[in-house]
């Protein structure tokens, strides 16, 4: 109900044309910086793998700020646009299934711009998978764990959110522009200060990017080396590892979000939006 | 079941404000040592002016606050560890306010809370015709709720709250800003929605003294976040039944003219309002021999009688009595005198 919620929240803004030209053009505009961006410095080398590489990377990382930003995203819209928040938190269904609902909607709408932009790529810029490389099995367990622990972070986000009075509608879209840096999307870890590696080993975004490009692209180019001694399921496991450890992480801060907020009369508080 | 639906004991609220510096950070005392018990299939009604302390009172009853003190159970239930059970029986809605999603029909906003509680679709959508036909809005079914006036987007909303079913109801102000018509459908919706069924609970917060006396089985007189008193209309009217009362218009009064009036003995309170050029005063006697005296000193400052009325106590004059100042007044101070 929730997911349903989010979707009409989502895609009934404007008419459904305007929706659909909004949702291919934001992505391909995005993604266009980026090929810009990589033409410039490697003089428009798309054949060599570092580019699929990237390219697929960046794609897929549109689903951290679509998952991350729609849950923290959902407790703004909800709280001081709807003023239906304290409403939803007195409904017998649990507080957390509502926020992951919220979020899955931004999965759908963020599928839209992960996809549309992969087929841009494989149309116009030469994205090429060979058959051989290509392991569904991996994909399928790699999305599946990866968005899960997105949805966990999503959540612990969304409960920050609740305990925050003013700068909420942001905190979604910097957080998850921050994390880019620690994703490996657009670089290597390795290139990284060596004060700030830790940091990224320590965000679950680097292995699950490295599954996602190998179960489509197939094993990483030497730029991207990082993980390269791990095997495919040592990455599995150290995903599964963080989607447990992440879900717990996001029982936990909710939990005492919602407990700071109950305390401080925060659940309908309506600030500057 | 539990006898009780509701059991407030020596419930308190403090709002702190956060300090910065130069400014230290204040306490505000919301609630205090509030005790309530609103008893199965009753209409229970807190009255009292704006910032008593009745919304926070609500607020912690649907587990959105926590008490700084003190216990309250719901429908047998403690709202501050139990709240998860607590939720599936009650229901809430502020009126006052535009909330609601405005991109959604009236039927997909109600059905949706509705699912929310497990009600079966078919059913969900039979209960929603039958309650916007009751309440004269079945031909907004499938209208956008942002398309709708406030007063029926908070119809509407009256109508999610009874939507559910719910053991225990909590109404805050429901027909503020609704204009008497609107105020007339709601008052007999709730009333017929009790009727239904005698083991529904309604708690309903007001500061209009005629709907707390039409609608409530008891009521309590809440100010400064205390209950200064708890009983049924006409127990807590018969509170001032020694007393004489007597509503006078009169020319206008001065001010330091009302002041000399409230030290005239006999007299126990009185309540000024100016409107139209004239002045109405409120005279709540110890015994009706005392009017003479009162009418004498105003005639000696200049005052004229237009006219007079004897007549019964209301929740106005109890309110004056418990608080000492009519909650127009309250009010009128409380928003700056604008």
């Known amino acids: 109900m929730a997911t349903w919620l989010g979707w009409q929240i989502e895609s009934n803004w404007t008419d459904p044309l305007l929706f659909a030209t909004y949702s291919i053009i934001k992505p391909l505009a995005g993604a266009s910086i980026l090929v810009v961006m990589y033409a410039v410095i490697t003089h428009g080398n798309f054949s060599a793998p570092m580019f699929q590489w990237i390219y697929v990377g960046s794609a897929l990382y549109l689903y951290v700020g679509s998952i991350m930003t729609g849950i923290s995203w959902g407790v703004v819209d909800d709280r001081e646009r709807y003023r239906m928040l304290k409403y939803l938190y007195a409904v017998p269904t649990p507080f957390a299934v509502y926020l992951l609902g919220r979020g899955v909607s931004r999965f759908i709408t963020g599928s839209f711009s992960v996809w549309i932009t992969i087929l841009f790529g494989v149309i116009f810029l030469k994205i090429r998978q060979s058959p051989e490389h290509f392991h569904p099995a991996l994909f399928v367990v790699g999305l599946v764990l990866g968005l899960a622990t997105l949805a966990s972070m999503g959540l612990v986000l969304g409960a920050v959110v609740l305990t925050l009075k003013t700068h909420t509608e942001q905190l979604g879209d910097a957080v998850a522009g921050a994390l880019y840096l620690f994703s490996g999307a657009a670089f290597s870890i390795a290139m990284l200060p060596a004060w700030l590696r830790p940091l990224a080993y320590a965000l679950p975004l680097g292995y699950w990017l490295e599954v996602m490009r190998r179960s489509l692209l197939g094993p990483p180019p030497a730029q991207f080396a990082t993980f390269a001694a791990w095997s495919d399921g040592q990455l599995l496991l150290a995903l599964l590892g963080f989607a447990a450890g992440y879900a717990l992480l996001a029982a936990g801060t909710l939990k005492v979000c919602v407990h700071s907020a109950r305390e401080r009369g925060m659940l309908d508080q309506v600030s500057n939006f | ?338």
């Not at chain 2, 031909?139 to 709708?148: F, N, P």
């Not at chain 2, 079913?165 to 008052?187: I, K, M, N």
């Not at chain 2, 106590?313 to 608080?323: G, K």
Request: hydrophobic fraction near 40%; include cysteine.
């Open chain 2, 1 to 338: 079941m539990t006898d009780l639906s509701v059991d407030v004991q020596g419930l308190g609220r403090i709002y702190k404000t956060r300090g910065s510096p130069g400014s230290p950070g204040r306490e505000f005392s919301a609630l205090t040592d509030v005790n309530l018990q609103v008893r199965r299939g009753e209409l229970f009604g807190l009255l009292g002016p704006n910032g008593a302390g009745k919304t926070t009172l609500i607020k912690i009853l649907t587990t959105l606050l926590s008490p700084t003190s003190g216990s309250a159970l719901v429908a047998g239930y403690d709202v501050a560890g139990e709240s998860r059970k607590v939720r599936p029986r009650i229901s809430m809605v502020s009126g006052g306010e535009a909330s609601g999603y405005g991109l959604l029909t009236v039927r997909e906003n109600l059905w949706m809370f509705s699912q929310f509680y497990g009600i079966p679709s078919g059913e969900a959508n039979r209960r929603i015709e039958a309650m916007l036909e009751v309440l004269h809005m079945s031909d907004r079914l499938d209208t956008k709720s942002a398309e709708l006036s406030t007063g029926l987007r908070q119809k509407m909303n009256i109508v999610r709250g009874f939507l559910t079913d719910p053991e225990v109801l909590f109404l805050d102000e429901p027909t503020l800003g609704l204009d008497v018509g609107a105020s007339r459908d709601v008052r007999a919706f709730i009333r017929e929605w009790m009727k239904e069924d005698p083991n529904r609970t309604l708690l309903l917060t007001t500061h209009y003294m005629v709907e707390a006396d039409e609608l409530c089985d008891r009521i309590a007189i809440i100010n400064k976040g205390r209950v200064l008193a708890c009983d049924t209309p006409e127990n807590l009217k018969k509170r001032l039944q020694g007393e004489a009362i007597f509503q006078l218009e009169v020319t206008p009064v001065p001010a330091a003219a009302v002041t000399s009036l409230e030290s005239l003995p006999g007299l126990h309170k009185v309540t000024h309002h100016e409107a139209d050029g004239r002045s109405r005063l409120d005279l709540v006697l110890e015994e009706e021999s005392a009017l003479s005296s009162v009418l004498a000193h105003m005639t000696g400052l200049g005052i004229h009688l237009l006219s007079l009325t004897k007549r019964e106590p209301t929740l106005e004059d109890v309110f004056v009595e418990l608080v000492g100042t009519s909650m127009e007044e309250m009010e009128h101070d409380v928003s700056g005198g604008a």
